[in-house]
């Protein structure tokens, strides 16, 4: 089965400061890679999801970003944080169209 | 639009039987998934279901039923460490996966 690498677990930013979360993924090749971001009592949303190297499809327009340099590497920025950042970000990793999703163990983003 | 509906928080007692509901409405279904996710932690995988009926999984069971829109998470001689909420999501007609709010169980003992 995959493993999903995903660091730091916890990070507090103060407003307007860059942000790079990372997620490598193990045990698995060609992974679609996905971004979630969840919020206390709301289901996960979907922020970017990946195909293939260099491939970002965004979901929700806002100040952030996603990148895939390496096929099992995923990577979320900003530029300039804001407070509506903050929340529990998800890295996951699944295959085909039909996929189960294995998780990364989140990052706790607090902006200040 | 689309929506998963769950009830927001359950409780029951260490030994028993639960049930969590689910409904959806979506554009189109490719197969409806639970995960349970303990505070702080990431989603694990539980069950997915495609076709109508129940899947059995140990202590664990999922049912489904397409026409309805309906599904339903149940939990056999409930343990402390089921404490943890249970997230259900759909796949809809673009393979896109939509995620209900999920429902938090309590386990008294």
């Known amino acids: 089965s995959q493993t999903i690498h995903q660091w730091p677990a916890t990070l507090v930013q103060p407003v307007g400061s860059p942000l790079s979360l990372e997620c490598t993924v193990e045990g698995t090749s060609n992974p679609n890679l996905y971004w979630y971001r969840q919020a206390a009592g709301r289901g996960l949303q979907l922020l970017f999801y990946?195909?293939?190297?260099?491939?970002i499809s965004s979901e929700v327009p806002q100040n952030l970003s996603a990148s895939r340099p390496q096929d099992r590497q995923f990577i979320l920025s900003s530029k300039k944080l804001l407070l509506s950042d903050s929340g529990f970000y998800l890295c996951?990793?699944?295959?085909?169209?039909?996929?189960?999703?294995?998780f990364g163990s989140g990052t706790q983003l607090s902006v200040l | 639009g689309q929506n998963i509906d769950q009830p927001t928080e359950m409780t029951a007692t260490e030994g028993a039987i639960v049930q969590i509901n689910c409904t959806y409405q979506t554009s189109g279904f490719n197969g409806l998934f639970w995960y349970q996710q303990h505070a702080g932690e990431a989603p694990t995988f539980l069950s997915y279901?495609?076709l109508d009926g129940l899947e059995e999984k140990g202590r664990f069971s999922s049912f489904l039923s397409r026409s309805k829109g309906y599904s339903y998470l149940l939990l056999k001689e409930l343990q402390m460490k089921d404490s943890a909420s249970y997230l259900c999501?759909?796949?809809?007609?673009?393979?896109?996966?939509?995620w209900g709010a999920g429902t938090k169980l309590i386990i008294k003992p």
């Open positions: 279901n495609v």
């Open positions: 996951a990793s699944g295959q085909g169209e039909i996929e189960k999703l294995f």
């Open positions: 999501a759909v796949m809809d007609s673009n393979y896109q996966l939509i």
């Open positions: 990946s195909v293939g190297i260099g491939q």
